[in-house]
């Protein structure tokens, strides 16, 4: 048996959750991994029911946080070298950048034998200045030459991280897209878009258009109610903008919508003739995916996007900005419309275009399941894992203990 340590940056909701949880899981006997994580943000939905399911019960470092803080930041450094010492890993597989710093920081100091870490997207556009960018751009650079491997998600992002960000060789990278449990998603449909609609008062000749995900500057949430107002105003049919999510945005949005001329409903009591519902955080995605016509992303930079994996395997069509993984999650204009993440207009007319048409949507829709099937279940997801490590074991000739 060999051991991995696995450390994620925190345990909310969204992607590296589940790919570290399934990891986990689906790796042993051959693989005992102790998972690793840091304290989630008060504004952002715990995943804690996603390990809960899987039977796994992890480690968490408080001092590990999302934001900067050198004295924080050292505690979980030493944290993670006390548990290396006495878990004695033959790998240390970090996810995302917190974890992937401190976390290989502390592995090198140890000596361990192989390091891996996974790029759930990255931060080298659309979130910091220039000067900061180039910091941790230096960092990484730093860190990905003592690193064993690198993973990316997808082709695009690897082309990124090596040939335009220059962190690393492109040899040194490996592909291993995220998987998930995806049955849930096409079982029990109608059933789950009843309990939704009734609860989010969405009339049955309403289109909801759905946008899933935090309220955060990145996911340019702006830019989908300007398109959604156009798009309102184009279309033949009703039309309601389904806001699944939250976080520091929220009232920013809320805001937002008043000055453009949008009316929307948030809390207990909601409004059925509001333009746009804010929901709030939903565990149950499959229920959200089943409420809604259509699937929406607005993002200014993504790696590799749940929801609309996620919305393909409940059959939902797709408007979304062309932006980094996402030509490696959809197929353009089979499962997916896309448009330039400046274009307002484009992703409105590509809202409308469905909206209006029925014909095209239930096409489109059925392009999705198969696709992501085979590319994103989380058996796949074990497996391309597993030859990545036999291969990182043979080469460095380690021995199970």
């Given at each position: 048996?060999?051991?991995?340590?696995?450390?994620?940056?925190?345990?909310?909701?969204?992607?590296?959750?589940?790919?570290?949880?399934?990891?986990?899981?689906?790796?042993?006997?051959?693989?005992?991994?102790?998972?690793?994580?840091?304290?989630?943000?008060?504004?952002?939905?715990?995943?804690?029911f996603i390990l809960e399911q899987n039977g796994i019960?992890?480690?968490?470092?408080?001092?590990?946080?999302?934001?900067?803080?050198?004295?924080?930041?050292?505690?979980?450094?030493?944290?993670?070298?006390?548990?290396?010492?006495?878990?004695?890993?033959?790998?240390?597989?970090?996810?995302?950048?917190?974890?992937?710093?401190?976390?290989?920081?502390?592995?090198?100091?140890?000596?361990?034998?192989?390091?891996?870490?996974?790029?759930?997207?990255?931060?080298?556009?659309?979130?910091?200045?220039?000067?900061?960018?180039?910091?941790?751009?230096?960092?990484?650079?730093?860190?990905?030459?003592?690193?064993?491997?690198?993973?990316?998600?997808?082709?695009?992002q690897k082309h990124e991280l090596s040939e335009i960000?220059?962190?690393?060789?492109?040899?040194?990278?490996?592909?291993?897209?995220?998987?998930?449990?995806?049955?849930?998603?096409?079982?029990?449909?109608?059933?789950?878009?009843?309990?939704?609609?009734?609860?989010?008062?969405?009339?049955?000749?309403?289109?909801?258009?759905?946008?899933?995900?935090?309220?955060?500057?990145?996911?340019?949430?702006?830019?989908?109610?300007?398109?959604?107002?156009?798009?309102?105003?184009?279309?033949?049919?009703?039309?309601?903008?389904?806001?699944?999510?939250?976080?520091?945005?929220?009232?920013?949005?809320?805001?937002?919508?008043?000055?453009?001329?949008?009316?929307?409903?948030?809390?207990?009591?909601?409004?059925?003739?509001?333009?746009?519902?804010?929901?709030?955080?939903?565990?149950?995605?499959?229920?959200?995916?089943?409420?809604?016509?259509?699937?929406?992303?607005?993002?200014?930079?993504?790696?590799?996007?749940?929801?609309?994996?996620?919305?393909?395997?409940?059959?939902?069509?797709?408007?979304?900005?062309?932006?980094?993984?996402?030509?490696?999650?959809?197929?353009?204009?089979?499962?997916?419309?896309?448009?330039?993440?400046?274009?307002?207009?484009?992703?409105?007319?590509?809202?409308?275009?469905?909206?209006?048409?029925?014909?095209?949507?239930?096409?489109?829709?059925?392009?999705?399941?198969?696709?992501?099937?085979?590319?994103?279940?989380?058996?796949?997801?074990?497996?391309?894992?597993?030859?990545?490590?036999?291969?990182?074991?043979?080469?460095?000739?380690?021995?199970?203990?």
């Amino acid at each position: 048996m060999y051991r991995i340590l696995r450390i994620t940056n925190r345990f909310n909701l969204g992607g590296p959750t589940y790919n570290v949880t399934y990891l986990t899981r689906y790796l042993a006997p051959e693989f005992e991994t102790m998972l690793v994580g840091g304290q989630k943000e008060e504004s952002e939905a715990s995943s804690d029911f996603i390990l809960e399911q899987n039977g796994i019960k992890p480690t968490i470092i408080p001092e590990m946080r999302r934001s900067i803080n050198p004295m924080n930041d050292i505690a979980a450094y030493k944290h993670i070298k006390k548990l290396i010492k006495d878990f004695k890993p033959h790998i240390v597989h970090t996810h995302a950048a917190k974890a992937g710093a401190l976390g290989r920081m502390a592995a090198f100091s140890c000596n361990v034998p192989i390091t891996v870490h996974t790029f759930h997207g990255h931060v080298f556009h659309s979130y910091f200045g220039n000067v900061q960018t180039a910091v941790y751009k230096n960092i990484e650079r730093y860190l990905a030459k003592w690193t064993t491997a690198l993973v990316a998600l997808s082709e695009k992002q690897k082309h990124e991280l090596s040939e335009i960000h220059h962190i690393a060789p492109a040899e040194k990278f490996h592909i291993v897209p995220l998987g998930f449990d995806l049955e849930r998603f096409w079982t029990n449909v109608p059933e789950k878009r009843k309990l939704f609609r009734d609860k989010y008062k969405i009339a049955d000749n309403e289109i909801a258009i759905g946008i899933i995900g935090r309220l955060v500057p990145v996911k340019n949430h702006k830019l989908f109610l300007d398109a959604f107002k156009l798009a309102k105003a184009q279309s033949s049919n009703k039309l309601k903008a389904i806001i699944v999510g939250d976080g520091e945005m929220r009232e920013e949005l809320m805001a937002y919508c008043k000055a453009i001329g949008l009316t929307y409903t948030y809390g207990n009591t909601i409004d059925a003739s509001a333009n746009v519902v804010f929901t709030s955080w939903i565990k149950e995605a499959d229920v959200a995916t089943a409420g809604v016509d259509i699937v929406a992303l607005s993002s200014l930079n993504e790696g590799t996007p749940v929801s609309l994996i996620e919305a393909q395997a409940a059959g939902k069509p797709i408007v979304s900005t062309q932006t980094g993984g996402i030509e490696n999650v959809v197929i353009p204009e089979i499962t997916a419309l896309l448009s330039p993440v400046d274009n307002s207009l484009k992703f409105a007319e590509n809202l409308a275009k469905l909206a209006d048409n029925e014909q095209l949507r239930l096409k489109i829709s059925k392009q999705g399941k198969d696709f992501v099937m085979e590319r994103f279940h989380y058996t796949a997801l074990a497996l391309n894992m597993r030859l990545l490590y036999q291969e990182l074991i043979e080469r460095k000739h380690i021995k199970a203990s």
